[in-house]
Each structure stands twice: as structure tokens, then as C-alpha cells.
């Protein structure tokens, strides 16, 4: 792609605000429809012009196709910087910063109440549906002994016997009221000491900054509606030399997990993976990939240092 054939690709008014919506995060095309108001077809032909150019990328789930913006176009990456500082005075950026901001919270609720609705089914409903090999021994593994642990998205808190066997204090954070009554059982039942549990957002956790040694994501992140946004929290809330650790499902076509498990993504590759935990000023990334057995799905294991305050 030429440098010409480039800026004709830019030189469009609604492309320009799609390159701004898309530099926060990843959307679809039913998304973008919403966001700027214009119909499908319209919004269609601009994504496939600048998709052609190199300027954006698509990552297609199952039926669903995601798009951002890429890094194809040498030309457009030289002047994205100054690029970026301009698309903030487009003359529609505000309505569409708060066009985003809706996608993302619908994205959310939605996620809370599924969650809520079937808190105490989960456990059983995710094991039937979507099977994982054994690896709650090796994640515990990654975690340092006697650090302050904070778990997010601690569901029905089926992990915290393990976590609070090896750390020093347990902080559990989930969005759904339902699923913490249920963690709190558990805690109650089990008799575990030295554990918190907290209801609060991925993006806007109830802890401090450097508030604790060690974030442990089991599960968590293809249910984010944006997950670097998610790892720059879990970046803030950790100490220097903190040590992040996460399980999550590698990519999958299992497309009923949107409706039946409320999963936003269908797991993820892995240079995408460790791309977003480096992009989140993480560095020293260890992924380790669980292969499932026959009707099985398999999963990353993560472990990363924050080495940066």
C-alpha cells in the first residue's frame, strides 16, 4: 500500500471516527452500527477500505467478526502517534466517546446478569458445557507464598481454599451480588481465614494502587468486554514486582458460549494473549498452553511481573 492509496483510505470523515472509536478497543460491526448511528452497509464499506489499506485489522469468532486497529501499513504506524492527538478534536469525538462507553456497559450487564441468574448452577453448568483439563494444581504453583492475593472474578469462590493455603491474606472481587453470596457459603462452610470478599468491576477494582503482591484471573478474561482495559487495572492495583497470574481458554469455535455462558470472546491465541499483558507494562510473561483431551478445550496458563510503577 502506497503512501497515496493510504491517505486516500483516511481521507473520509466517518473512517476518521471509526479509527478513533476502534484505537480504544475492539468492536463489531453491530457495535460500530450503534455507536455512529449509520446503517450496516455504509458502515461495512468503510471497514473493508480501511481494512484493505493495512489501517485496520479483523479477527473473526465464530460468526462474529472483531475489528481494530492494525499494524499491516508501515506507513499509517509511522503517523498514527500524531494521528491519534488529532482524532480527539473530530467534531463528533464526544458523542462517540459516549456511544462507546454505552457498548461497553451494555456488554457488562449483560455479563452481571447471566451471572446473577445462574450463580448457583455455575459451577455444574460450566464443567457440562465447556470442559477444561485439570489445572488448578500448576496455577497455585504460580502464585508466591505468603503474598497478599487478590482474585478476580472470584465466581462461587471454588479456587480460594487453594489461594489461601499459600497466601498470607485473600481478597475475592466480583461483579454479580449473586455470585458472592454464593462465594461467602463456601468461605463460611469451609472455615477459611484471612479471606475478603469485595463486589466491584475488572475495570475499576476495589483495591488500592500497589495494594497487593499477587492478581490471580482464573477464567475471567474472555468474559471482559475489553481485556486490556482489564489488565491495565490489574497492573495498577499490583506492587513492583508483583506477580500477575492467569487461566484462561486458548481460541475455540464453540459459539453457543456467547448465549449459554456469557463469554464475550472464544478464548484467545496466544501471541494475542501475551501481546496485551506486555501492552499493560507487564514483562518476564511465562504461557504454558494445556492441551484438552477428547471434548475438551484447552488453556493458557500465565504468569507475569510487573516491573514498573
Same mark, same amino acid.
Given at each position: 500500500?502506497?503512501?497515496?492509496?493510504?491517505?486516500?483510505?483516511?481521507?473520509?470523515?466517518?473512517?476518521?471516527?471509526?479509527?478513533?472509536?476502534?484505537?480504544?478497543?475492539?468492536?463489531?460491526?453491530?457495535?460500530?452500527?450503534?455507536?455512529l448511528g449509520m446503517g450496516?452497509?455504509?458502515?461495512?464499506?468503510?471497514?473493508?477500505?480501511?481494512?484493505?489499506?493495512?489501517?485496520?485489522?479483523?479477527?473473526?469468532?465464530?460468526?462474529?467478526?472483531?475489528?481494530?486497529?492494525?499494524?499491516?501499513?508501515?506507513?499509517?504506524?509511522?503517523?498514527?502517534?500524531?494521528?491519534?492527538?488529532?482524532?480527539?478534536?473530530?467534531?463528533n469525538r464526544t458523542q462517540?466517546?459516549?456511544?462507546?462507553?454505552?457498548?461497553?456497559?451494555?456488554?457488562?450487564?449483560?455479563?452481571?446478569?447471566?451471572?446473577?441468574?445462574?450463580?448457583?448452577?455455575?459451577?455444574?453448568?460450566?464443567?457440562?458445557?465447556?470442559?477444561?483439563?485439570?489445572?488448578?494444581?500448576?496455577?497455585?504453583?504460580?502464585?508466591?507464598?505468603?503474598?497478599?492475593?487478590?482474585?478476580?472474578?472470584?465466581?462461587?469462590?471454588?479456587?480460594?481454599?487453594?489461594?489461601?493455603? %499459600?497466601?498470607? =491474606?485473600?481478597?475475592?472481587?466480583? !461483579?454479580? @451480588?449473586?455470585?458472592?453470596?454464593?462465594? #461467602?457459603?463456601? *468461605? +463460611?462452610?469451609?472455615?477459611?481465614?484471612? %479471606?475478603?470478599? =469485595?463486589?466491584?468491576?475488572?475495570? !475499576?477494582? @476495589?483495591?488500592?494502587?500497589?495494594?497487593? #503482591?499477587?492478581? *490471580? +484471573?482464573?477464567?475471567?478474561?474472555?468474559?471482559?468486554?475489553?481485556?486490556?482495559?482489564?489488565?491495565?487495572?490489574?497492573?495498577?492495583?499490583?506492587?513492583?514486582? #508483583?506477580?500477575? *497470574?492467569?487461566?484462561?481458554?486458548?481460541?475455540?469455535?464453540?459459539?453457543?458460549?456467547?448465549?449459554?455462558?456469557?463469554?464475550?470472546?472464544?478464548?484467545?491465541?496466544?501471541?494475542?494473549?501475551?501481546?496485551?499483558?506486555?501492552?499493560?507494562?507487564?514483562?518476564?510473561?511465562?504461557?504454558?498452553?494445556?492441551?484438552?483431551?477428547?471434548?475438551?478445550?484447552?488453556?493458557?496458563?500465565?504468569?507475569?511481573?510487573?516491573?514498573?510503577?
Amino acid at each position: 500500500m502506497t503512501m497515496l492509496e493510504t491517505i486516500k483510505a483516511l481521507a473520509d470523515p466517518c473512517r476518521l471516527r471509526l479509527l478513533a472509536i476502534l484505537d480504544s478497543g475492539e468492536f463489531t460491526v453491530q457495535e460500530l452500527t450503534s455507536i455512529l448511528g449509520m446503517g450496516q452497509s455504509r458502515i461495512s464499506r468503510h471497514l473493508k477500505i480501511l481494512t484493505e489499506a493495512g489501517v485496520l485489522a479483523v479477527k473473526r469468532q465464530g460468526t462474529w467478526s472483531y475489528y481494530r486497529v492494525g499494524d499491516a501499513n508501515a506507513f499509517f504506524t509511522a503517523i498514527s502517534p500524531a494521528m491519534k492527538t488529532e482524532l480527539e478534536t473530530l467534531d463528533n469525538r464526544t458523542q462517540d466517546v459516549a456511544a462507546v462507553a454505552r457498548v461497553l456497559e451494555d456488554r457488562r450487564r449483560r455479563s452481571q446478569q447471566f451471572f446473577d441468574q445462574h450463580a448457583r448452577q455455575w459451577d455444574a453448568l460450566v464443567c457440562t458445557l465447556l470442559p477444561v483439563p485439570e489445572y488448578v494444581a500448576q496455577l497455585v504453583r504460580l502464585v508466591p507464598q505468603k503474598s497478599e492475593v487478590l482474585e478476580i472474578g472470584v465466581g462461587t469462590g471454588n479456587l480460594l481454599p487453594e489461594l489461601a493455603n %499459600v497466601a498470607s =491474606r485473600t481478597i475475592g472481587v466480583d !461483579h454479580s @451480588p449473586a455470585m458472592l453470596e454464593e462465594a #461467602g457459603r463456601r *468461605v +463460611a462452610a469451609t472455615g477459611l481465614h484471612g %479471606v475478603e470478599l =469485595r463486589l466491584g468491576e475488572m475495570t !475499576h477494582l @476495589p483495591v488500592a494502587d500497589g495494594g497487593v #503482591g499477587c492478581v *490471580v +484471573a482464573n477464567m475471567v478474561l474472555h468474559h471482559a468486554a475489553d481485556p486490556l482495559a482489564v489488565l491495565h487495572e490489574m497492573g495498577r492495583v499490583l506492587v513492583v514486582g #508483583g506477580v500477575l *497470574v492467569i487461566a484462561d481458554l486458548a481460541r475455540h469455535e464453540r459459539e453457543w458460549a456467547r448465549e449459554q455462558l456469557a463469554d464475550q470472546w472464544l478464548g484467545f491465541e496466544k501471541e494475542e494473549l501475551i501481546g496485551w499483558i506486555k501492552a499493560a507494562g507487564f514483562n518476564h510473561v511465562a504461557c504454558h498452553r494445556y492441551e484438552g483431551a477428547a471434548g475438551q478445550e484447552s488453556v493458557f496458563l500465565v504468569q507475569a511481573i510487573k516491573d514498573k510503577g
